[in-house]
């Protein structure tokens, strides 16, 4: 599991997480309950100042998730 509360269990989630948190929070924090932040605070996620919304477009497409897991892939040794 990934992050403080265990909520993301692939790193294809932590990866999406961190490549649409800035351009598209309403992605992430729709569900904010998930993300570690409780219903009655979830008002007090800034999704409007930076770092939100400073491009148009996530930094990584699929391909670059898939490519940057299959070489955290090569890292792991054979114990």
Partial sequence: TFFHNGVDSTLA??????NLRDV??????ANAEAHGVPHRF??????????????????????????????LATLTDSM
């Fill in 42 to 71: 979830a008002s007090n996620v800034d999704t409007i100042d930076g770092p939100f919304g400073h491009r148009a477009t996530p930094r990584m497409n699929d391909q670059d998730i898939a490519d940057i897991i299959a070489f």
């Fill in 13 to 18: 989630e932590v990866l999406r997480f961190y």
């Fill in 24 to 29: 598209q929070p309403a992605a992430i924090y």
